[in-house]
């Protein structure tokens, strides 16, 4: 019998390896879409010999889209960008690149897509990351009505690009800031006055477990009786970034002084940031995202749905952050 064959798009990626860990553990030919394959080559070995095959793609290329697709079964497209360079637009990575997998995939035959959004998806947002997930979402719909859609809150695992963040900062300065729209508050009675500084907390967060988002990408594939719906996914806790970055002083043995700051200052930041030839470590428009919680809202399956049972930022933490303690080598 004919194995079946998965192309995923951002195979490489943070979750990309993680999803095709899973394919290939449940018996996918996995073809890893990623626009360096020889950089890629660490995939092979997650699969038999010859069962997962990094492949050149790029979503903004219809004609490496749909050489990626030929005779495949299904396809997950993970494709993100967290910033804007040169002809990387959110609309071109988000929209038009979705569309492409989408277009080339029903022109292929192929009989399943997920395709990975991002919670807060709104095509009202004063975000144009968020504006263009939400438009990415339409178009795959439109082209693709059984896809199935998955909104993860922020991912967190040993390779992720938050608290990794947070923790690579608390090893050189000396503060770790909180934005904060509700802080510097003052309450007075006549035994005194008393400050709040953080008022809410800044943003909420859910951060999910890439393996359980992995997971979650999975078994719609292995189980068609999940396709075909959105789901909204979240880990067991929120946080707000004031509590994130208590986690982080604690996992990182360090004594940060947390900070409040207005969201102007953050504004001046990220102008600046915007300066720099690297990539920038805060930006105009994650600054809009941090004006609304990343959580999940309800209305939606999520996790409990397709049978995934979210593990704690508190179990997976200690087993990477530990690399940012003062006594790590």
Not at 137 to 152: G, K, N, S, Y
Request: net charge positive.
């Amino acid at each position: 019998m004919n194995r079946r064959v998965v192309t995923v798009f951002g195979g490489s990626g943070f979750i990309g390896r993680q999803v095709v860990r899973k394919l290939a553990a449940t018996g996918w030919i996995v073809r890893a879409a990623v626009r360096d394959p020889v950089a890629a080559a660490f995939l092979k070995p997650m699969g038999d010999p010859g069962q997962v095959n990094p492949v050149m793609a790029d979503v903004t290329k219809p004609a490496s889209v749909a050489a990626a697709l030929a005779g495949a079964d299904a396809v997950v497209n993970l494709v993100g960008i967290l910033y804007e360079s040169g002809k990387k637009t959110f609309d071109a990575v988000h929209r038009q690149g979705a569309a492409n997998v989408a277009e080339a995939a029903k022109a292929a035959g192929v009989k399943a897509i997920v395709h990975m959004s991002a919670l807060g998806a709104d095509k009202s947002s004063a975000s144009a990351y968020a504006r263009s997930k939400a438009a990415g979402e339409e178009a795959v719909q439109a082209i693709f009505p059984t896809v199935t859609i998955v909104r993860p809150s922020v991912v967190f695992g040993p390779d992720d690009d938050f608290f990794n963040r947070f923790a690579r900062l608390a090893q050189i300065s000396p503060v770790l800031p909180v934005f904060t729209a509700d802080g510097f508050s003052a309450r007075c009675t006549e035994d005194g006055c008393q400050v709040d500084w953080f008022g809410s907390g800044g943003p909420t967060f859910q951060p999910v477990y890439v393996g359980d988002v992995a997971e979650a990408i999975v078994r719609p594939l292995n189980d068609a009786s999940l396709a075909g719906r959105v789901y909204e996914l979240g880990g067991p806790r929120r946080y707000t970034l004031k509590e994130i970055m208590d986690l982080v002083n604690e996992q990182t043995g360090r004594e940060r002084l947390v900070v409040p700051l207005p969201f102007a200052v953050g504004a001046v930041q990220a102008a600046l940031f915007s300066l720099l030839p690297i990539a920038p470590p805060l930006t105009k428009d994650q600054l809009i995202l941090m004006r609304s919680d990343n959580v999940v809202r309800g209305g939606k399956p999520g996790l409990a749905e397709l049978g995934v049972v979210p593990v704690s930022c508190e179990s997976v933490l200690p087993g990477y952050m530990g690399r940012y303690r003062p006594t790590a080598g």
